[in-house]
């Protein structure tokens, strides 16, 4: 007998039960699928941000689908204050206007070229957030397309998409749109 089984694990989502494991195994049927479903839109209706009230709406979304996918790592940005030389950790969906742009560059070159979760949910929520964008404003984000992209990695053909990037251009356009 090899004694009773071990207590299942819990956790709130399948993509937050192994967060000891260094990225997702992409090419085997569970890494397929899951990264089929965190890239998925956010929801049916793609986003345009012409009523000011969308970007909440969107970013409600983008918090619930992080909390599901395991992204909030990446969501957190770490900021330090110049004068007072201190770093705290923000949220760039609910303080994504005390985070400045390179603070979010400095936080993704940390993991954006690493055999990370990391990497691979940066990437995966690039998708997400771009396949919830309508095509008109997806114009408009791809004329910065050098704001999300960070330079190429031997594991990609060119530059690579980032998360966090492209959120905080998404959250910038969206601003200026709604004035």
């Known amino acids: 007998p090899l004694g009773p089984p071990a207590p299942p694990a819990f956790t709130l989502a399948p993509a ?39 970007l909440q709406f969107f970013l409600d979304l983008v918090l619930k689908k ?40 400095t936080h993704v070159t940390t993991y954006y070229a690493t055999p990370s979760k990391q990497a691979q949910d940066s990437f995966m929520a690039c998708q997400c957030l771009l396949s919830s964008l309508t095509h008109d404003f997806m114009k408009l984000i791809t004329a910065d397309s050098d704001a999300y992209h960070l330079p190429p990695i031997a594991a990609a053909d060119g530059p690579i998409p980032s998360g966090p990037l492209l959120l905080k251009l998404i959250i910038s356009q969206a601003h200026a749109d709604s004035r």
């Open 16 to 54: 937050l039960a192994n967060t000891a494991t260094t990225y997702l195994d992409l090419t085997s049927s569970t890494g397929a699928k899951h990264f089929k479903g965190a890239t998925e839109p956010l929801s049916a209706q793609p986003f345009d941000f012409a009523d000011p009230a969308d």
């Open 66 to 105: 992080s909390q599901i996918w395991g992204w909030n790592t990446i969501f957190t940005i770490p900021v330090t204050d110049p004068v007072m030389a201190t770093t705290s950790n923000r949220n760039l969906l609910s303080e994504y206007g005390m985070i400045p742009l390179a603070s979010i560059t």
